[in-house]
């Protein structure tokens, strides 16, 4: 049993912010974007990537588009350090993309990091020390004051000194209070306060203040009260990129990241589908498809997501989960047959510009590279919306509906019984037992079509097996269905009527066929559906007969 947890644990506190904004701002556009997968990621992985996996997650990142890149903690080892002489050597950063990094506020780890980065064009310079009380008394043992002065403005002037030594490097210079989100508000402004005074940023000439919820422990509106908060109160303001660092120890980085835009931020950092320390960093594509689907271009490119997921995972060397969103195997993908009715309504209302308004389905596959074939699949959950349209996207069979209630059972004795998922083909093949193969008793072998004007009647002579066995059939009516059920009801001895009748071009596939339905009313018994397919629509149809009474014959 769990012990009362009001004994061990803290309640987060509330800010006082009366007057908050942001519950009604609206994300119009994107935010600066910061990928840290190769440092916050990278530190975080059970082995972290070795040269040849950075590069790949390197060139990924590029190709889609990201501007600020954190590279790595080059004073952490000799590979973070020769990763980035790498990179800078064989002039493998593109100019318009700055490589980010990261030290701590110590001396020796800042200069080891100025020396990693000669003859880099474009950089953000990247420190941080904790600010959190729990982290001032136990690891630093350092009072607010000392904090800001040994920890924080020292290390912001040795950083402007070094950068000026180093002229020919375009230099942006960032600040983490780190643990910012569990650090007193009026603190952290005096920290961030204290440094931009040493720094003094321009308008022209921003610097970059990082707020980072290191460890998420609030709700993420708790988040966006802070940010909004610093946002109004900080000094220097327009000289100021406010940058957020969302993690999701409590599963709410994405809220809390997109809260956080509402309240002021300008830019986020984050890694890609949500590694990084812990539960992970927040997801940055998580959020720049969310905007995305509003309507808002997020100046990233994932029109081939399962790439992007291919190489993250073989960088990272772990799986993307098959609910990841927008990402995972099955996120597009409907069993329940409500969802599956709904969602091939709404695809054959579709026009091809109209907004996307799909249920069940928030974007459209296509746009990240997906198929729709994944969108429908037919478990024992499913109904006949699903199966059929299986059958229309994949064999390009319009079943009518009454046809679609009477295969579904097919359909569902057998998920019934295996309890496992059918595929497509599956259903096809289960689709060909049941309507298309049924040659017993009755099978087709060929016809003759007279068509009698004066009578406006047609005549049919028809050569049908009967338990193997050839017979000629003679029949009259006013089409070659009617006259076909006519010869028919006379051979078998019973009533034959024709209850429905429907046929298309079959869409799928490279012949020209035709399919016809046909629901057969046999005596007094319900009717029954007979399918045929054939190149001749008149064959079609008379196959169709001959199922639905082979099928009759087959129950009784
Ligand atoms: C929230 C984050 O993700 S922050 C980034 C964390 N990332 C990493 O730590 C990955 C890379 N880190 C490393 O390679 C190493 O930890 C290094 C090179 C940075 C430091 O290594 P070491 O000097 O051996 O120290 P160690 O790893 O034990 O860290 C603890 C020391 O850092 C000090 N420290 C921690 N954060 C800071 C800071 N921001 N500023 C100054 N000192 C700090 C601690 O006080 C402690 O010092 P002490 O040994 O005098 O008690
Ligand atoms: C170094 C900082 C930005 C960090 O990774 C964190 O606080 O989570
Ligand atoms: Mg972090």
């Given at each position: ?7 061990k644990?803290?309640s987060?506190?509330?800010?006082h912010l009366?007057?908050?904004?942001w ?29 040849e ?6 060139q990924?990142l590029?190709?889609l ?7 790595g ?8 350090f020769?990763f ?6 064989n ?17 020796h780890?800042?200069?080891r ?7 880099a064009k ?6 941080y020390?904790?600010?959190?009380p729990?982290?001032r ?7 607010q004051?000392e904090v ?12 402007k000194q070094l950068?000026?030594?180093?002229p020919?490097?375009?230099w ?7 643990m910012?989100s ?16 040493v720094w003094?940023?321009t308008p022209?000439?921003?610097c970059?203040?990082?707020l980072?919820?290191t460890?998420e ?21 327009e ?6 660092h969302?993690?999701?120890d409590?599963?709410?980085g ?6 956080a ?10 890694c890609l ?6 539960t992970?960093?927040v ?6 498809l969310?905007?995305?689907t ?5 100046g990233l490119?994932?029109?081939d997501?399962d790439?992007?997921r ?17 990402v995972g195997d099955l ?8 969802h ?10 579709r026009k091809p510009d ?20 994944a ?30 209630i ?6 569902q004795a057998?998920?019934?019984q ?9 259903i096809?093949a289960?689709?060909?037992t049941?309507?298309l ?8 072998l060929?016809?003759?079509l007279?068509?009698?004007?004066t009578?406006?009647?047609?005549k049919l002579?028809?050569?049908?097996a009967?338990?193997g066995?050839?017979h ?18 006379e051979l ?21 066929k ?19 397919i ?7 149809s008379?196959?169709?007969i001959l ?5 009759v014959?087959r129950?009784?």
């Amino acid at each position: 049993m769990l012990k009362n947890p009001a004994t061990k644990y803290r309640s987060f506190a509330p800010v006082h912010l009366r007057d908050r904004t942001w519950p009604d701002a609206v994300l119009s556009r994107a935010p600066i974007w910061c990928s840290v997968d190769l440092r916050d990621g990278n530190q975080s992985l059970i082995e972290p990537m070795n040269r040849e996996r950075k590069l790949r997650m390197f060139q990924l990142l590029v190709k889609l588009g990201f501007k600020e890149i954190e590279v790595g903690f080059p004073s952490a080892s000799q590979t973070e350090f020769d990763f980035i002489r790498h990179l800078i050597e064989n002039d493998l950063i593109p100019d318009d993309v700055s490589i980010q990094v990261l030290t701590q506020a110590r001396e020796h780890l800042i200069r080891r990091t100025f020396e990693a980065l000669k003859g880099a064009k474009k950089v953000v310079l990247h420190y941080y020390n904790a600010t959190a009380p729990v982290m001032r008394r136990v690891v630093f043992n350092l009072s607010q004051d000392e904090v800001i002065d040994q920890l924080a403005v020292q290390h912001a002037r040795l950083i402007k000194q070094l950068a000026a030594e180093q002229p020919e490097t375009d230099w942006t210079f960032e600040y983490s209070p780190e643990m910012f989100s569990g650090t007193e508000l009026d603190f952290a402004k005096r920290i961030v306060d204290a440094v931009t005074e040493v720094w003094q940023p321009t308008p022209e000439r921003r610097c970059i203040i990082n707020l980072p919820s290191t460890v998420e422990h609030s709700t993420p509106n708790i988040f966006a009260d802070m940010i909004e908060w610093m946002h109004r109160h900080l000094e220097r303001r327009e000289s100021i990129i406010i940058s957020v660092h969302p993690h999701n120890d409590r599963g709410t980085g994405t809220a809390a990241g997109e809260f956080a835009l509402m309240a002021g931020a300008d830019r986020i950092e984050g890694c890609l589908f949500g590694n990084g320390e812990r539960t992970g960093n927040v997801d940055l594509v998580n959020i720049a498809l969310n905007l995305y689907t509003q309507g808002v271009d997020p100046g990233l490119d994932f029109g081939d997501i399962d790439e992007v997921r291919r190489c993250v995972e073989y960088c990272n060397q772990l799986p993307v989960h098959p609910r990841h969103p927008y990402v995972g195997d099955l996120v597009f993908t409907s069993f329940s047959g409500s969802h599956q009715d709904a969602i091939k309504k709404a695809f054959s209302l579709r026009k091809p510009d109209d907004i996307w308004e799909m249920p069940y389905l928030p974007i459209d596959p296509l746009d990240l590279g997906r198929s729709y074939e994944a969108v429908i699949r037919v478990n024992s959950q499913s109904g006949k919306g699903g199966i059929a349209y299986l059958l229309e996207s994949e064999y390009g069979l319009t079943l009518p509906r009454r046809l679609q209630i009477e295969f579904s059972t097919a359909v569902q004795a057998v998920t019934d019984q295996s309890g496992k998922e059918v595929s497509a083909a599956d259903i096809w093949a289960l689709f060909q037992t049941e309507y298309l193969s049924v040659g017993e008793p009755y099978g087709y072998l060929a016809h003759h079509l007279v068509e009698d004007s004066t009578l406006d009647q047609v005549k049919l002579v028809t050569e049908v097996a009967v338990n193997g066995e050839k017979h000629r059939l003679d029949g009259k009516g006013n089409g070659p269905i009617d006259a076909f059920v006519s010869a028919l009801s006379e051979l078998s001895g019973r009533k034959l009527s024709v209850a429905d009748y429907q046929e298309h071009a079959v869409t799928a596939g490279s012949d020209a066929k035709a399919v016809s339905y046909i629901e057969l009313k046999v005596g007094d018994g319900r009717p029954v559906f007979g399918v045929g397919i054939d190149g001749n629509i008149v064959t079609a149809s008379l196959k169709a007969i001959l199922s639905a009474l082979n099928r009759v014959a087959r129950r009784s």
